[in-house]
């Protein structure tokens, strides 16, 4: 195992420490989540900056809407893990599948290379993707059996697993698709074995609120 695995996969059972106490103590999620959301945000609009950087009209809009978009956004994130906090097993369940998501992606990706999945992340592959949806079911049946009066339905639980894995992994595709244009590797180096705050939270920003959304259609589904 690499000395970069090794890090990104102590820094993810951390930050997994972290959100069983941010979900078991509300200020602590308060603070950590408006904390995490500002950095985040610095670190994506210094990507904008570097892909818009002329100082024409043009490149000066785009830079404010991306700044704009990129701000509201990331305020309804907060917005919805603050005022949701009832949902808090399913929010929850969905980062919990966010952080495995990417562990698998890693993991299975470094052990069986093979084709790779995509040219906007070269690191990518196909074996990889596969290790994401894997690695992401190991927390079905533990969700199922340990919190049995929140998620009671199976198929449901596994349905909202594959679609919170497959968005989490166009999130991370997504960012690496900026942090490319900007031509960076990372967007900052706060996290070991990581990068920055935005390089571990790139798919939970995008799996969160769609998380939620299938959760709550498929509660309307029965």
Known sequence: MSLELKKRIGTSFFLIILLILMFNYSFLLVILTIIIALISWVEFYALISKI????????KIKRSLAKVFSLIYLSTIVFILITNYELKDYIFFTLLIS?????????????FKGKKLTKISPNKTISGSIGSFVISLFLVPIFYYLVPEKFANFYHLLLLALSTSFICQLGDLFISYI?????VKNTGDLLPGHGGILDRIDGMIFAIPIGILIFELLKIIG
């Open 179 to 183: 942090k490319r244009k900007a031509k």
């Open 52 to 59: 818009f950087k002329k100082n024409n009209l043009k490149e």
């Open 99 to 111: 952080i495995f998501s990417d562990i698998g992606g890693l993991s299975v990706g470094k052990i």
